[in-house]
């Protein structure tokens, strides 16, 4: 069933007694060419570019809970090719330009917002970096715009100008930055990738990976054995668990990050700002919610919930930065399991495995890269070569030393 | 979240900075190929369930701890000093 503005007038006239579930819910077959471990936007996406760009449709999504549970459902929602490094600058911009067509491609709303960006800075020293970051995005095809203090005080007359420990110098505006609805992208992508015949089986957990001389087999489930010639495995946070199955240990670490979001108010931020000196950022959802986070609360968790002293923190920088949200009430906070890498960059590989591949180290900065990781690991799986934005995501580059440190602050678990 | 130090008593997680996996402590030889500084430096078991972790009491007694905790429930069951693990540096 195709969506478009005709269905929903028409649905209207008939009671919307015709809609149909938005994907079929098949029992696994007894093998697939491809499976895919993970059934969050990255593997979503994985899927549906498996089929659409190069034809493998006999593919299967295995879910241990429900379709977008877990970082796809529990992030802040923020879309940006605002990058700096050769090997990720090309790779968000990639995706920003997915991003840009997806709603046409999926035939689904995913209420994508090109609201801008804005990045504060502080001091002449981090003009200057501002500065140099905006030409690397021109010089990458991609718009940034260097505002002064004034240039701020326009778009963001409500910041306090005043603060006396980081006075707001100007900004970064990356105007084809923003927002997406998170969930829809998740069912946006099942659905289109179901349609195209890609099995969903949810509550599917895979307990082990069959590997016979190097080379993958399938895998086993909690729902029996399925073969296959090609698995990746897109599990975010669980990638230690599932790669060990296979025999490997991972450069990952996971970690918690925690986000919170306020009673619905009406329309007040109208951009997306991210203040990093007080590890703070924000912006308004559609529903009114002022949605807005932190750092790490900087220690090894599966939780899925975050320690009160973070919050504290994410609290006064929010007060320090804007004062008027001070009366906002919060009516949730949530954690999600992050999968850092020790040089903040994500991986998109093969493994010691033949037939096994690995799409993970999506950090804190995972939702932005939903469509371009699912391009690259599709390709990756289906070619056996890396694509070309995401060829320096490699499994090996903390041995040989090709980093992709963004942050410049080093390669090490405790550090981004 | 609090962390019983052994010198310190319970003591506000904000007085420790966290390092990471114990794999820290074992330190590979100076020889050793780089593989083994590799897996040394960056690959981890990171296990859902319990851990031993390095942790420092920056903002208290500066002693270096290993702290044994469960990374799903957050229960942390002992904390010990890494000067005093056997083979220890004396």
Known sequence: ?416 | MRLTCPLCGPRDRREFYYYGAEDYLNRPDAGAPGSAWDDYLHNRDNPAGMTRDLWYHEQGCAQWLIVTRNTVTHAVTAVDLVAGRQGAAT
């Open chain 1, 1 to 416: 069933m195709r969506y478009s503005g005709w269905k929903v007038f028409a649905e209207g006239l008939r009671g919307n007694k015709g809609w149909k579930p938005a994907w079929r819910d098949p029992a696994p077959k007894a093998e697939y060419d491809a499976i895919i471990i993970g059934g969050g936007g990255h593997g979503l996406s994985t899927a549906y570019y498996l089929a659409k760009n190069h034809g493998i449709t006999n593919v299967a999504v295995l879910e241990k809970g429900w379709l977008g549970g877990g970082n796809v459902g529990r992030n802040t929602t923020i879309v940006r090719a605002n990058y700096f490094l050769p090997g990720n600058s090309e790779f968000y911009s990639h995706s920003l330009k997915l991003w840009e067509g997806l709603e046409r491609d999926l035939n689904y709303n995913v209420m994508h917002s090109q609201r801008g960006l804005v990045n504060l800075f502080h001091s002449d020293g981090q003009r200057d970096a501002f500065a140099r970051r905006g030409n690397a995005m021109i010089n990458q095809g991609d718009d940034a715009i260097l505002l002064d203090r004034e240039g701020v005080r326009e778009l963001l007359p409500y910041l306090d100008f005043d603060n006396t420990r980081f006075p707001i110098h100007g900004g970064l505006l990356h105007p084809r930055g923003g927002t997406a609805r998170h969930d829809a992208v998740a069912w946006g992508y099942a659905r289109a990738a179901d349609r195209r015949g890609v099995d969903l089986i949810q509550n599917c957990e895979v307990t082990g990976i069959d590997i016979e001389n190097g080379r993958i087999r399938g895998v086993q489930t909690t729902r029996g054995a399925i073969r296959a010639g090609k698995v990746g495995i897109v599990v975010a946070g669980r990638s230690g668990q599932v790669a060990a199955m296979a025999g490997m240990r991972l450069p990952i670490e996971s970690h918690i990050l925690q986000a919170f979001v306020t009673e619905g108010l009406k329309p007040v931020i109208d951009h997306v700002i991210s203040f990093g000196m007080g590890h703070f950022y924000i912006s308004q959802s559609d529903k009114g919610g002022l949605v807005f986070g932190g750092d790490l609360d900087f220690y090894a968790s599966y939780a899925a919930r975050g320690n009160l002293p973070m919050v504290e923190h994410v609290m006064e920088a929010g007060m320090t930065l804007m004062p008027m949200i001070g009366r906002a009430r919060v009516l949730r906070s949530w954690g999600g399991i992050m999968d850092m890498s020790p040089d903040g960059s994500p991986i998109i590989d093969k493994t010691h495995v033949e037939g096994l591949f690995l799409d993970c180290g999506w950090n804190y900065g995972g939702f932005k890269a939903v469509p371009a990781s699912g391009w690259c690991m599709a390709h990756l799986m289906a070619t056996g070569e890396s694509h070309e934005v995401a060829k320096r995501f490699r499994l090996d580059r903390f041995a040989t030393g090709h980093l992709l440190d963004e942050e410049g602050t080093g390669s090490q678990h405790n550090l981004h």
